[in-house]
Nanobody
């Protein structure tokens, strides 16, 4: 069992930055690939970024590429998402998720554990 708790969301103006954190407890964090997903009102949940267990492989949705950076600190059992140049269309609830295969997946159902989410609102 892995427990995930996101933090760092909030209200920011367009062009601003936020850093989300996802604190993990329970089984060994470093054994899991991790992902960030988001869900905007009335829309389906979508993949934002993924990172493998070592941090050596990362990937991003086209909509955030060049603006967002996913990283992890296995010593601190924490996953991060640095979000720069935020746009109103980035407004959503952001979730972190753990993938027991050690890599990441673009598909939400592939993940084994989820956090409760943190709201990010970007005003224009």
């Amino acid at each position: 069992q892995v427990q995930l708790v996101e933090s760092g969301g909030g209200l920011v103006q367009a062009g601003g930055s936020l850093r989300l954190s996802c604190a993990a407890s329970g089984r060994t964090f470093s054994s899991y690939g991790m992902g960030w997903f988001r869900q905007a009102p009335g829309k389906e949940r979508e993949f934002v970024a993924g990172i493998n267990l070592s941090g050596g492989r990362r990937d991003y949705a086209d909509s955030v590429k060049g603006r967002f950076t996913i990283s992890r600190d296995n010593a601190k059992n924490t996953l991060y998402l640095q979000m720069n140049s935020l746009k109103p269309e980035d407004t959503a609830v952001y979730y972190c998720a753990a993938h027991s295969g050690g890599s990441y997946s673009y598909s939400g159902p592939s993940y084994d554990y989820w956090g409760q989410g943190t709201q990010v609102t970007v005003s224009s």
